[in-house]
T-cell receptor, first 110, second 113 residues
């Protein structure tokens, strides 16, 4: 069953903690992306990767880090430097031009 | 100026009517255009894409692109209550960064019985 799997679905973080969001795809797509969505807002690009072992900052990369050691995996770490991390995080992958999304992780700071 | 602009709505249409959703973009070099549907609390789902000027039809959906006017629209015929969602316009700017998509803030559509 092909698709993009994000985990966990819900995540709670204490102030000052780093947390890592998982994104795995078995679609054999080269490109992967992380977006952030705040209530009533569109999607803002955090990081993207076109190939393994390479990634670029998006529009709001500060306070986030990523790695791309395998084609199938693109984890996102939300560091303590991200001052307002509460949001809906969406991972996507693409082939050619269109992007397809996972089910999202809702992160809340407690 | 935002790169991709949409009216936030809500846009209310009666069941069975045509819903018209609009999007403008700022980069004339944009090459690919997408419409995503997002239900509340869910992730976006791709429903249409268009690359060339003109119309593209898929079932009840028609995407329209006018590159000269930097305008892309989505028409939904015979609107159903299940079409009630937020519709996101996305544009592939296509400059250096590969397939990076830039999204509008979305238009909320409400189909009323």
């Amino acid at each position: 069953d092909g698709g993009i799997t994000q985990s966990p679905k819900y995540l709670f973080r204490k102030e000052g903690q780093n947390v890592t969001l998982s994104c795995e795809q078995n679609l054999n797509h080269d490109a992967m992306y992380w977006y952030r969505q705040d209530p009533g807002q569109g999607l803002r690009l955090i990081y993207y990767s076109q190939i393994v072992n390479d990634f670029q900052k998006g529009d709001i990369a500060e306070g986030y880090s990523v790695s791309r050691e395998k084609k199938e995996s693109f984890p996102l770490t939300v560091t303590s430097a991200q001052k307002n991390p509460t949001a809906f995080y969406l991972c996507a992958s693409s082939i050619e031009r269109a992007a397809f999304f996972g089910q999202g992780t809702r992160l809340t700071v407690v | 100026q935002k790169e991709v602009e949409q009216n936030s709505g809500p846009l209310s249409v009666p069941e069975g009517a045509i819903a018209s959703l609009n999007c403008t973009y700022s980069d004339r070099g944009s090459q690919s255009f997408f419409w995503y549907r997002q239900y509340s609390g869910k992730s976006p789902e791709l429903i249409m894409f268009i690359y060339s000027n003109g119309d593209k039809e898929d079932g009840r959906f028609t995407a329209q692109l006018n590159k000269a006017s930097q305008y892309v629209s989505l028409l939904i015929r015979d609107s159903q209550p299940s079409d009630s969602a937020t519709y996101l316009c996305a544009v592939n700017i296509g400059v250096g960064g590969g397939n990076k998509l830039t999204f509008g803030t979305g238009t909320q559509l409400k189909v009323e019985l």
